[in-house]
């Protein structure tokens, strides 16, 4: 059997790091009538988009935690949460969209930069921390909730994930 090549820790943190600086960009570069313009494809403006795409970060370090722990468990269990969760598609697009509209009241222009550079903080350290042999774990995933998550992810594949979530929403952007 082949030997399984090291992670890319170095790829996945220069990518986390892209992202940051892309995000402080983006802020500093637009206009107040910029963030309250509406972007294209979503039902967001501008700022609440930009807060969604911060909060793609957020979420990771959340899922982290369940695939550590659905990865110790037989592959049924993690199967069936997924299956479960894909069930309520519906109701979690419901609260996507608004929780991200409310959070971004909170987390807005002035504030989301900071926290961008708190949970990629926090993300450079756990990944730093991650052995091979947990990076390689894996369960199943809500295919419906987005386009990027696949049928089976590992906690490498989980690293990525923001990175592909944040350049399909900054295209959606509408700054002048």
Partial sequence: MPEEQPVDRAAIAADLERARRALHDLLAHASPEDFD????????TNEQLLF?????????????VLV????????????????????GTPVFHQVNYF??????????RRRMG????????????????????????SMAFPVHWDPFFTETM???????????????????????
């Fill in 99 to 108: 929780g991200s509209w409310a959070a971004a009241t909170v987390f807005d």
């Fill in 37 to 44: 313009r509406r972007s294209d494809g979503t039902r967001w």
């Fill in 52 to 64: 969604h795409m911060v909060f793609g970060y957020m979420v990771v370090r959340r899922l982290l």
């Fill in 68 to 87: 550590r722990v659905f990865s110790r468990l037989p592959d049924q269990i993690s199967r069936g949460f997924a299956w479960a969760l894909d069930a």
């Fill in 154 to 176: 590992t906690l490498e594949q989980v690293y990525r994930y923001p990175g592909k979530h944040f350049d399909f929403h900054r295209d959606q952007l509408t700054l002048g």
């Fill in 114 to 137: 900071r926290q961008c550079d708190r949970v990629i903080a926090k993300l450079q350290r756990s990944l730093a921390k991650e052995s091979e042999t947990d990076l390689r774990r």
